[in-house]
């Protein structure tokens, strides 16, 4: 139920979560099902002297459902039944305040996040999932001035060029993910050994260092309603170059949450840092094929490492050396066995 075949393309990937007899993840599920991470149409909210311009509430919105999103209103006092730590608002400020009273909204609980699959389905699921992931923001939006007590809190005008001053494109955690010469899988980014190193691959060529985060808002129902995704820490981890080329595509190399990650894996390689270096490895890459006239599968990975790593790419994980240490270069190649 989860392998498929592009249909621009024509090419296979996965989409949805593996079976733990699929991938052999010991926290994979029983079985394979669609579920995907929820994107968010994140807002960028500006503080206002007084009062910032009043966001209506979406017709036929019910705000209960931002129950427990802070501590300021909850109807049930008891973290545990939510699933997660209930949050006052300094500390929901915190968690995405940025500069020259500027704030992004992008909260995991009851808050904005809105289910993705739609986003793979027609155009029109498409056009309506991201409309109603934007009436979710700006009903939270709303919830913010009008129930939370913070009216000087309103959309900032003049970051985006947007009739309705949002964002041009969703955030999208998960995608469809190509069918690669090797999967990555959780024992890639969780320490077997029970140290917390993983263990340097070869074909690394960038690194990420964050935890397995999966936004559900099914893990935030009530005991019995929930996904129920619970995962083992992790540490920083290399993206490997076979994770980033299809099987038996020629021509394509793969970049962003398209790469060959289960599910699982998806939570920490999904990062925008993680993303950019990717992004960063995968254009090396295809640039060093066009120049070479041959396909990014017959490329030595060798070559990609050692041009990534003298413009201060990191490819394997090394937390007492970094790329400003005059040696970095020569440990890097250490590391990788170059």
Not at 50 to 79: E, M
Not at 144 to 169: C, F, K, N, S, V
Not at 314 to 320: H, L, N, Q, W
Request: proline residues 7%; aromatic residues 8%; contains cysteine.
């Amino acid at each position: 139920r989860v392998l498929f075949r592009s249909e621009l393309g024509r090419i296979p990937y996965r989409f949805g979560r593996e079976s733990r007899a699929q991938t052999g993840e010991p926290h994979a599920p029983e079985t394979p099902d669609l579920e995907i991470q929820d994107l968010t149409m994140v807002a960028t909210l500006r503080r206002h002297a007084g009062k910032a311009p009043a966001v209506a509430l979406p017709k036929g919105f019910n705000v209960a459902r931002f129950d427990c999103s802070t501590s300021q209103i909850c109807s049930i006092q008891d973290a545990a039944y939510w699933n997660h730590k209930l949050h006052d608002w300094e500390s929901f400020l915190t968690y995405s305040l940025l500069p020259n009273g500027l704030f992004m909204l992008n909260w995991p609980f009851h808050s904005n996040d809105y289910p993705a699959q739609g986003l793979f389905g027609s155009r029109q699921e498409r056009a309506q999932t991201i409309a109603r992931a934007k009436e979710r923001t700006l009903a939270y939006v709303h919830y913010i001035q009008h129930h939370l007590g913070h009216p000087e809190w309103g959309l900032a005008e003049d970051i985006y060029p947007t009739a309705d001053h949002l964002p041009m494109l969703p955030y999208v955690r998960e995608s469809r993910r190509v069918v690669p010469v090797r999967w990555m899988v959780e024992q890639d980014v969780v320490p077997q050994d029970g140290s917390k190193r993983n263990v340097v691959r070869a074909d690394g060529v960038a690194v990420g260092d964050y935890y397995l985060d999966h936004h559900h808002d099914k893990d935030h129902r009530p005991p019995g309603q929930r996904l129920g995704e619970d995962y083992p820490s992790n540490a920083p981890f290399q993206i490997s170059y076979s994770a980033m080329r299809p099987h038996g595509i020629e021509g394509l190399i793969a970049a962003e949450k398209c790469i060959g990650v289960t599910h699982i894996v998806n939570g920490c390689s999904r990062l925008q840092p993680v993303a950019i270096a990717i992004g960063q490895a995968a254009g090396e890459a295809a640039a060093q094929a066009a120049r070479g006239n041959q396909s990014v599968h017959d490329l030595p990975v060798a070559a990609v490492q050692r041009a990534l790593i003298a413009a201060g790419c990191v490819c394997a994980p090394d937390r007492e050396i970094g790329p400003d240490h005059p040696r970095f270069a020569a440990r890097q190649m250490e590391l990788l066995e170059l």
